[in-house]
């Protein structure tokens, strides 16, 4: 199967919640903010990183993990992942597309728009750090559904 977090930027809660489910960061309390800050990609992804499937590895059921920014567009990449399946005959049973943007609060908004957008990495990353440390209990609850939606049935 075929796990897609996705939401605007890909570079934030996509990236957390990828390396929660991935057991690199704990499910049941949140890291502190080097945890955060010495995840590869979290806050450096570029706009040429946009709608491009990031892959991040495989969890102990044998998943395969991906990220993906998609802007405010979700629709149309969730449709694009599943007509590629289609076109592929792959059962759309094998793909699970995650929304992670109810997650993301103002903070992170502010900060990763600082830090990616407007290249004020030394302003931005701090503040989009503290308010992923806020968000993470949401993200975590995500990833948390997630893995029961996908476990294997014994």
Do not use: W
Request: a positive charge; charged letters at 20%; glycine letters at 6%.
């Amino acid at each position: 199967m075929y796990i897609v977090y996705h939401d605007v930027d890909g570079t934030h809660s996509t990236i957390v919640a990828a390396a929660i489910h991935l057991n690199q960061l704990p499910l049941d309390a949140v890291p502190n903010k080097n945890d955060l800050l010495t995840l590869p990609l979290f806050d450096q992804l570029q706009q040429k990183d946009i709608a491009r499937l990031i892959y991040h590895g495989k969890d102990e059921y044998g998943h395969c993990i991906y990220t993906i920014g998609r802007k405010h567009s979700a629709h149309l990449v969730v449709n694009a992942i599943e007509t590629v399946f289609s076109m592929l005959h792959l059962p759309q049973s094998e793909i699970l597309c995650v929304n992670t943007s109810p997650c993301v609060n103002n903070l992170m908004r502010i900060g990763g728009g600082s830090s990616r957008k407007f290249g004020l990495v030394s302003f931005g990353r701090p503040i989009v750090t503290y308010g992923t440390l806020k968000a993470y209990p949401k993200i975590s609850e995500i990833v948390r559904k997630t893995k029961i939606k996908i476990a294997p049935s014994i």
